[in-house]
């Protein structure tokens, strides 16, 4: 099967998408009009062709719709190039964004749209603009495929088709991410004692994100032990607010104590996991968010924020630890929980493990993926 990728390739997931198939033999193109990204390794896999089509990018995701609205047809024309030479059985969209740009191709092949997160749940209910960009993109494609209930059902407010539309996590490579990565590494890293308690976070720096909410929680606990740290891990941040939390930092001396670590390679990531005591992830809305499996596969306790997407299958006490986002005493109350409940943390860590092993294993959920592309090629 010949699958044509439109999606960021900066983005570890669609990495991970377009991998699998690689690795099953199948011919993969990936086109991205987003800078150069991290795809540059693949490049020597047999089957992987990557083509970047830069284009001028907005953070703000409504200035980056105008634009890439505005400028639909020359966009359109030049992916059109590229996959008229490479002449896919189908090509799979990542995002409102490249959904919308795969509507403007040719319509003799099937086409798959994966939004993402805030794509459908938060912008496309909020903006007009995003709606209608979105809605060509629904329109378009064959199979719709999303990752949780929250995302599906945000979808069809807004015209998804009903038939054909699956839930499909990212899924947790367990190769990687599982609880034999090796301890210490980060510990001896930054020359922390393996008794220091690490509260690990791997969201933007954005207010969505709720960050600020993560550093005054750890205020809170610093105030009772100067032996705690605080891990910010992050692709990308706000500038306005990025600059409210290092001013947090900086007015309550907190700077020694938080390691602003800003982007990390990917493969690094479960050696950071493993060695914190706890991963917290509170936004204010969410999909599926493979980060926090990431780190339940591994066997670290997670605390996140009591959104909708907990509703698919997260249990309260069960697989993770649930707290109201902008509540920092209750926050601060879970994560001494976590750190100082051993039994708990214990039943949690087990529970977790089982979750991420039956229901969001990555190799699991791109078999399913490549038997629902396999169908529509035919």
């Not at 900066?10 to 011919?27: R, T």
């Amino acid at each position: 099967m010949k699958i044509c990728y439109l999606a960021n390739s900066k983005g570890s997931h669609e990495k991970k998408w377009a991998e699998f198939f690689v690795k099953k033999g199948h011919q993969v193109c990936f086109i991205s009009i987003d800078s150069k990204g991290n795809l540059s390794s693949e490049k020597t896999l047999k089957g992987m062709i990557t083509y970047e089509v830069p284009f001028v990018f907005f953070i703000n995701p409504v200035l980056r719709t105008i634009s890439r609205l505005l400028f639909s047809k020359l966009i359109s024309k030049r992916v059109q190039k590229i996959i008229k030479k490479f002449n896919p059985d189908i090509i799979h969209a990542h995002s409102v964004q490249y959904g919308y740009i795969s509507s403007n191709l040719q319509n003799d092949i099937p086409k798959v749209f994966t939004p993402m997160g805030s794509d459908v749940i938060v912008y496309a209910q909020k903006y007009l603009l995003y709606r209608y960009i979105a809605k060509k993109a629904f329109r378009a494609a064959k199979i719709v495929t999303g990752d949780s209930f929250l995302i599906q059902q945000s979808g069809f407010k807004i015209g998804a088709k009903k038939e054909k539309n699956y839930i499909i996590q990212n899924g947790v490579d367990r190769n990687m991410f599982n609880s034999r990565v090796e301890k210490g590494f980060i510990r001896k890293k930054y020359n922390l004692h393996k008794n220091d308690k690490i509260l690990l976070s791997t969201r933007l720096i954005i207010k969505n994100s709720n960050i600020l909410n993560i550093v005054k929680s750890f205020n809170e606990l610093y105030k009772k032990d100067n032996k705690i740290y605080l891990f910010l891990i992050y692709s990308y941040k706000d500038e306005k607010y990025y600059k409210m939390i290092k001013d947090y930092i900086l007015k309550n001396s907190l700077q020694n104590n938080i390691f602003d670590i800003g982007r990390a390679d990917y493969k690094e990531i479960p050696n950071y996991i493993v060695d914190s005591n706890v991963y917290i992830s509170i936004p204010t809305s969410d999909s599926s968010p493979k980060s926090v499996y990431e780190a339940m596969s591994v066997g670290v306790p997670c605390v996140v924020s009591d959104i909708e997407w907990t509703k698919n299958f997260i249990e309260h006490n069960k697989h993770a630890f649930l707290v109201k986002l902008d509540n920092v005493e209750k926050i601060v109350k879970s994560i001494k929980e976590v750190i100082y409940n051993k039994k708990m943390k214990n039943m949690v860590v087990f529970e977790a493990k089982k979750l991420v092993a039956e229901k969001i294993d990555y190799n699991k959920n791109m078999q399913r993926m490549e038997e629902l592309m396999l169908e529509v090629v035919g």
